[in-house]
């Protein structure tokens, strides 16, 4: 068994082994033996998380029985959507028989509710529900859980059948999503403003993992890549790469650091597509944005300050002032929107971006340490 896996981005730590499931798999199967020896039940395997739980159980259950499958659906990447869709119908066999269900877990109850209306009605002799997990914690109590294999605090947990978004259900043992504290800042302003400056600071204050897009897309370009001959076209007329091929490469830049204990977006998002983009991207993966800082300046100190560091950088959209007054119209045209975006959302903080760099990065982290 590993110590961690990593899966789309997401690390998850050993939790449960094997040899300890199959055990409370079989504790199950013989204390359903015992209840049920004179009769014929019918199982009813909860798919797709119980396919594992199921071929194991049938293995150790010594007696006539049948088996048949449902399938619902309420989860989406780490979070209960509550909506509890119906997949795959219940055959017509159990009628008037014994039945008792398969399910690899049970949390808030939600699935169950709706397993329990898709056998309302159906003229079932006798019903019982056999939860291999069950997180006691969080769930509603509505309905007995009259089998458990075992209960598990409220984690988000993957293996053994259960999924992370579609993926680990091969794994035999039991993973859960390790839980960081996490900050994620976006660094908004104009071309010029100092978020590459700052945010190298800020990074090593607050052990964050810095991302900067138009520093990949200068990375790409000097290798040669397919990515980077795209982005210069557009780099080097000072306009924005089309949102699709920065958001693909944004999001594999943050599954590329599955342990960060967060994110500084240095660059990105820089339209409204790519805001929405972000916030969904990361409500899947149980993260979000806390704060995005803006660092505001004149536009005629950014345009000195880029000419400047055209002559070191060797920049060649820092070197033309066409090309910077261009990259300024981008901003207020694309850009500029995004300021509202974040305010509705109550995370816009605008900081004076004028004067000593320390002094700048103090400000910033005035308001990091209020989150
Ligand atoms: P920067 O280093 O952030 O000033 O970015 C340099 C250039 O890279 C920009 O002028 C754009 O052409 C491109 N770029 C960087 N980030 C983005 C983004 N989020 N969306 C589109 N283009 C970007």
Known sequence: MKESITLLGRRFEATIPE?????AVRRMADAIARDYEDRTPVFV?????????????????????????????????????????????LPEEVEGRDVIILEDIVDTGRTLQELVHLFAGRNIKDFKIAALFYKSEIYNGEYTIDYVGMEIPDRFIVGYGLDYREQGR?????????????INIVLFGKPGAGKGTQATFLKEKYNLQHISTGDVFRRNIKGGTDLGNLAKSYIDKGELVPDQVTIDM???????????????????????????????????????????????????????????????????????????RNRFEEYNVKTAPLKAYYQKQGKFHGVNGIGEIPEITGRLAAVIDQL
Do not use: W
């Open 19 to 23: 040899k300890d499931i199959l055990a």
């Open 45 to 89: 395997g909860v798919l797709n998380g119980a396919f594992m739980f199921v071929s194991d159980f049938m293995k150790h259950y010594p007696y006539p029985c049948e088996l048949t499958f449902v399938k619902l659906s309420s989860y989406r990447g780490l979070t209960s959507t509550g909506i509890v869709e119906t997949l795959l119908d």
């Open 170 to 182: 091969n794994l035999r043992d039991i993973y859960q999503l390790k839980k960081q504290p996490m």
């Open 250 to 324: 944004l999001k594999d830049e943050v599954e590329a650091h599955p342990d960060a204990a967060g994110f500084i977006f240095d660059g990105f998002p820089r339209t409204t597509a790519q805001a929405e983009a972000l916030d969904h991207f990361l409500e899947g993966r149980d993260m979000k944005i806390d704060a995005t800082i803006a660092l505001e300046a004149d536009d005629e100190v950014l345009v000195a300050r880029l000419l400047e560091r055209g002559k070191v950088s060797g920049r060649s959209d820092d070197q033309d002032e066409s090309k910077i």
